[in-house]
């Protein structure tokens, strides 16, 4: 089988199946002060130091969390609460819902912030937006901006962004989750307060997470309990999950460059599938991951895409496969102003540490033979 779902998660690396195995050996809670738990902090310290390094930050900085998700509902929550409601969401129209959602509930206004129809932030929009932004009716601007977006794959200005938001007197979050290990993360260099990060795409496990949260940004608890992680996530911490996070990243940190230079071989896949079939490819026109790629054909449902690549031995998901695994209309597709009939056909296939340059050509193949027994023999 030729895996090409990395975005949704990628297989475990070796690296972080040992360091979990070590972890689980340890048996002991961090928060003890016996020598067992000694040695299960130092694990925890380690991972936190691994990761912290990976994007630029003080390890003391990060937070564990249970995963992106609550990474991004803490980051969101956290910040609303502590400026007691103050402030209005800005959240961009391409967000994981893991953003959107938890913004929706936040119980402050929330505003859409446009992209252009190549999937990249609408600077233009944010600029005038916060040109109007009156203070004292709207709080503080909170912008969340995510770092690549996880069905085109593209890249968004968020250094810029958050310079314009910053200069507004507001504060940014970057959902970075599909972001690390694939492009430089840094969050001094990102200029933003908050950034939220997932273990299972970078090949750690499910399950694990961590927010960055910038020294002296506002941020409230919304989980209590024991007062681990500084008291703003409570709770024992998934020791054998978090060392796994860490061995992971700083492998995904170490192979970067392997993984950007699969660029070459995505573009040429797109390149065939376009002159053999004429795919449109979403976000070309922008900077993108190097593994990502979302292509659509007319009348070629994604459903049936994903099912004839399964039977051939390949295995994606449609551009706007949600987590319970039924095909829904993309928002992010349509936020790029592509039209329904087009969007339904869209599928992505997204490679990453352990792709082999084989896997692209007998990815394409595979998807040529289904479109030419269905779509193309018709046309
Ligand atoms: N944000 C983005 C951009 C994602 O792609 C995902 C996972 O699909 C998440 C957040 C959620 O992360 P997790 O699955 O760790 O909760």
């Not at 130092?42 to 990761?51: M, P």
Request: glycine share 12%.
């Amino acid at each position: 089988m030729i895996y090409a779902d990395y975005n949704a998660t990628a297989p475990v690396r070796p690296e972080a199946k040992q360091a979990m195995m070590a972890a689980l050996d340890v048996g002991a809670n961090p928060s003890s002060v016996h020598g067992p738990g000694r040695a299960a902090r130092k694990l925890l310290e380690q991972a936190r130091s691994q990761i912290g390094l990976a994007i630029g930050a003080r390890a003391q900085d990060l937070i564990f969390t249970s995963g992106g998700t609550e990474a991004n509902a803490l980051a969101l929550n956290g910040v609303v609460a502590q400026l007691d409601g103050k402030c209005t969401l800005l959240v961009s129209a391409i967000e994981h819902e893991a953003v959107t959602k938890n913004a929706g509930y936040a119980g402050v206004p929330v505003e859409t912030a446009y992209v252009t129809p190549e999937g990249t932030l609408d600077l233009q929009w944010l600029q005038d937006r916060l040109a109007k932004w009156d203070l004292s009716r709207d709080g503080t601007p909170i912008l969340a901006l995510m770092m690549a977006n996880n069905e085109t794959g593209v890249i968004q200005p968020v250094m810029e962004a958050a310079t314009m938001v910053r200069e507004a007197g507001g504060l940014t979050h970057c959902d970075a989750v599909q972001g690390l290990g694939k492009v430089m993360v840094n969050v001094g260099l990102l200029g933003v307060d908050y950034l939220a990060l997932s273990a299972h795409k970078v090949g750690g496990p499910q399950g694990v997470g961590a927010l960055w949260v910038r020294s002296g940004a506002p941020l409230k608890p919304v989980l209590f309990g024991g007062g681990q992680e500084r008291s703003l996530r409570s709770g024992t911490e998934n020791l054998s999950g978090i060392a796994g996070f860490g061995a992971a990243t700083e492998a995904a940190i170490r192979d970067m460059p392997k993984l950007q230079a699969l660029a070459t071989h995505r573009d040429a896949m797109e390149a065939k599938l376009a002159s053999e079939a004429g795919i449109t490819v979403f976000g070309a026109g922008s900077d993108r991951l190097a593994q990502t790629s979302n292509f659509a054909i007319p009348g070629f449902r994604a459903e049936t895409q994903v099912m004839a690549m399964d039977l051939g031995g390949v295995a994606v998901s449609s551009g706007s496969a949600c987590s319970s695994g039924k095909v829904k209309r993309s928002l992010v597709l349509s936020a790029m102003g592509v039209e329904d009939a087009l969007a339904e056909s869209a599928i992505r296939l997204s490679f990453g540490w352990d792709s082999e340059i084989a896997d692209f050509d007998a990815a394409a193949q595979v998807w040529l033979d289904a479109a030419r027994r269905t779509v193309l023999k018709s046309a």
